[in-house]
């Protein structure tokens, strides 16, 4: 079996586009993202009479926050937008477009998030006995996930 073909997780890019439209040059490189699903939320509906199956119909789609894990960065336009969120509760919804990458660094794949606002921003634990990087995490909500195949 041949695996050439097979998309590996380690090379990706996070892009924000500010109004919706022009990137962000500098918040593009996360250690990790997560939140990349969706789910289609059922009803189910007993039909008079039949008691060998229930009909499952689709009442809405409902998606996870996008969680994405960097070290700390100084001087970032991503952290003032979400100091002025979680502070003076004003928002700017984005679009965010996560882009998984061959070894060339051609999106393979992508996933755009649409209208995208801060809902959580933490910051690892310090601790003096050991030396490891601050890592800021950053949750975000948002309205819909259009799935991009290449």
Request: proline share 5%; glycine share 8%.
């Amino acid at each position: 079996m041949l695996y050439n073909d097979l998309v590996l997780g380690f090379r990706f890019g996070v892009f924000f586009f500010a109004g919706g439209l022009i990137p962000n040059p500098l918040d593009i490189r996360f250690q990790k993202v997560s939140g990349l699903r969706g789910t289609v939320k059922t009803r189910e509906l007993n039909e008079g009479g039949q008691n060998l199956y229930t009909h499952k119909l689709p009442e809405r789609i409902s998606y996870e926050n996008l969680v994405l894990e960097r070290g700390m960065v100084v001087g970032s336009p991503l952290n003032i937008e979400f100091n002025v969120a979680l502070t003076t509760f004003k928002f700017a919804p984005s679009n965010v477009l996560v882009t998984v990458l061959s070894e060339s660094s051609v999106p393979l794949g992508a996933w755009l998030f649409i209208k995208a606002y801060p809902v959580r921003w933490s910051t690892s634990d310090l601790d003096a006995s050991q030396s490891s990087v601050v890592i800021d995490t950053m949750e975000l909500a948002y309205t819909r996930m259009q799935i991009l195949r290449i």
